[in-house]
């Protein structure tokens, strides 16, 4: 294939066309190729096992854990300097 010359070429600075992307995913559930109805998956069924897994809790966002509430509202206390907070407990 021969080099191209950009320095005579008339369409500078237009845009040229961009191939198609091959569709190279894999679900993620097996690991198939993806179909466009089902995207990101392969079939209604990986979609499916996919959502149980999330809302079984199969899929979880690290995170920190939470703080003691009795520690946070005392903190948010003495930043407010309003003493002590009324939580409403017996």
């Given at each position: 294939m021969a080099p191209v010359d950009d320095a005579n070429d008339d369409?500078?600075?237009v845009a040229k066309p961009v191939p198609a992307r091959l569709n190279t995913a894999a679900c993620p559930v097996c690991g198939k190729p993806?179909?466009?109805?089902?995207?990101?998956?392969c079939s209604k069924q990986c979609a499916h096992v996919d959502l149980s897994r999330w809302?079984?809790?199969g899929y979880v966002v690290p995170g920190h854990e939470p703080a003691d509430p009795d520690v946070l509202a005392e903190a948010l206390s003495a930043r407010d300097g309003r003493g002590d907070?009324?939580?409403?407990?017996?």
């Open positions: 369409t500078k600075g993806t179909t466009a109805r089902y995207r990101p998956f809302l079984g809790g907070v009324d939580r409403g407990e017996d």
